[in-house]
């Protein structure tokens, strides 16, 4: 053992090699992509088309709504055919913009810059938020509010999270296989961006091969460096890779990786950021991994943003067997949506069908005490006994036993025997505490 | 829009474990000391097990059916404190003993509260307790049933040289631990001479015989062996966890060498506390009854000061109570500070700040 980790967690079977052996391919293009306005944490986008907008790929659609808030870009050449409520792929009603393609890729014009070393801090800030980034890893905060700290706190180290730590995932891990250099180069730029000291690569220990390139490629760097993490669940939670890489806590209610002087962006942000900052390229596509026991030929897919559910699964060759569940994002946090018409979103990082057996719904049972759930708790709360209280409506309690510090990983819930749904109590005590502290 | 699939809150991937898996593995890790209680006490162990299991299972289906909520035998909780309440008894008991402990325990110890998961005490700790409050001299008279190795034990302690005559009334039919609690309570002999012959009983060749179970006292606690073997598995397969037994265990451990010797403090040898481990009902406690789910606590801290209260509570009962055991009514104790402990040891949440 003796790899590094955090306290807690468990240890679902990673299901990685039905996708990890498949290159990253390019899905052709759509015929129809939809473009959430929300993709994001924080402000929605404001649209700036109309319906029949003639509209080139990479053309900004809809507008960054504060400073906390990223704008959307066509991700396909075509005509604007509908605004309004589509399916989202956190399985709500939201609104979006359909774009219908005329066939054509006709991009808006890139700016190819050699020289990126000379751009400020701000140039960069400001190329990264014209692109539209937000965390693609799958809770998409805005990339440049993360590289923005207030002035009382500094940044010394920039953490790359290639951790990749739910299951059937794979997208990361062929990034970090096929794009190691760019990789890199990104981790540059983000540490000069913050003025960080040092960069580091977490790799679960799963992927010896990805942690092979990169400790090579960082052989002669003094201040980069890759870390193998132990495989565990959720050794890529933002608090918990912070933890196994500099054994740094970052503090409960609220507290930010910025105040214990840490960045962190998933390795697909951080090439979209070199993409952006190099050619001005918004981000309009991302790697999705469409996975399961009964897909065709699971794959790892390049697919423009907007993408249809349903055009990545017949790239993938479909199903062989009736599908019971589909899953947007991982397994442990990701949503279960009730249609395929369903587009991907800059946060989507996977694409699951589940068979009927895994679909098949448990009924809840009365909790045994037993307290799995307590020794497991990455966060050290007491999750029975939150969900407990928020049956009882006991919100006070349910604050003291740690409701609003809980980041939803689902490990609770999956151990326990009872088949409690933790995380949808919990989901309502957070909303319920929330709203009582208004 | 060809395709609607049913939703639901993450995560979509869950652990092969349910209530039934976890009482059916309790079941098969008390197998062993069933077997051992069979192979030391005979057929009649397994048969009264059978009584007290039926017994267990019967009451919960009928009381179920009157309360008109699903009836939920298969889930392996009645059985499991069918098998507890029989292991809590001596195998010289009638029938119907084990039967009455274990409808006790369901009706009064489970399903008054409402049934699994809501119950305050430990259901074959309450059971027990019945049953030694309602016919104190079935329950706690007449451990002596005989096997050629009881015999043995008892005629190495008669065996003990220049003992003056009245020694071996004090320690006949009993167990080891009323044997020790005798000794420390005599007035027919002298102190040292008590002194020499409770070294004698907490020897090695005593703590060995009573780790294989071969030993005076109730069906299932007889085998400390066996009843490691089973809680190695449950520990193995997480479903019970060291904190409970460490404490427990290790509290007993220290307070019976600080306290446990006849001529004053710290006067007992290594040996007795060892002794006291494996006498009686401890390792059957504190791996398969304090541990009990419903009735412990959830936090970790919790846990631990679960432990060291039934291990305080025990040792006191043992050494200056009126039984010559006390675990079953220490972890009963404890069952009721339960929803104190747990309030009073809210866990420090990961980067946890002062407010």
Redesign the interface.
Known sequence: MGLRTF?GG?H?HDEKHYSKDSAIEELPLPKKVVIPISQHIGAPSQPIVKKGDEVKTGQIISEANGFVSIPMHASITGKVTKIGKFYHPN?SMAQAIEITGNGEDDWIELSEEKEIDSLTADEIKSRIAEAGICGMGGAGFPTHVKLSPPKDKFIDTVILNGVECE?YLTADYRLMLERSKDIIQGLKLLMKTVSAKQGIIGIEANKPDAIEIFEKLLKNENNLKAIPLKLKYPQGAE?QLI?ATTKR?????G?LPMDVNVVVQNVGTTIAVLEAVKYRKPLIDRIITVSGRIVKNPKNIKARIGTYFSDLLEFAGGTTEE?????SGG???????????TPMAKTSSGL?L?DQK??Q??AE????????C??IC?????P??IAHNVKHEDWEMAE???VM?CM?C??C???????I?L??WI?IGKIKVSAQKK | MKDVFAVSAPPHLKQKISVESVMWQVVLALMPALLMGIFFFGFQSLLLTLYSVLAAVLTEAIIQKFRKVPITIKDGSAVVTGILVAFNINVASPWWLPVAGSVFAIAIGKQVFGGLGFNIFNPALLGRAFLVASWPTLTTAGWTRTTPLWNSFKSSINGLQNLPNNVPEVITSATPLSVVKALRDTTQISRDMAETVMNNVASFPTIREIFWGNIGGVIGEVSALALLIGAAYLAWKHIIEWRIPVSYIGTVFVLIYIFGGINGLFSASLLLPVFHIFSGGLILGAFFMATDMVTSPVTKKGRLIFGIGCGILTVVIRLVGGYPEGVSYSILLMNIAVPLIDKYTVPKIFGEVKA
């Open positions: 306290p468990v679902p399985g299951p608090k933890y806590s970052v503090p409960n209610k507290g599908i019971g569940k589909v899953i397994p442990m946090m990701g949503f279960a949506i009730s249609t395929l018409e699951l589940f895994l679909a719904k448990e049972r009365i909790c045994l005490r037993c307290g799995r307590v020794d990455p966060m050290n709360l007491v029975s006994l003291k036993y740690g510090d939803k689902g490990s819930a999956y151990v326990c025997p009872s088949h749904k995380i949808q989901d």
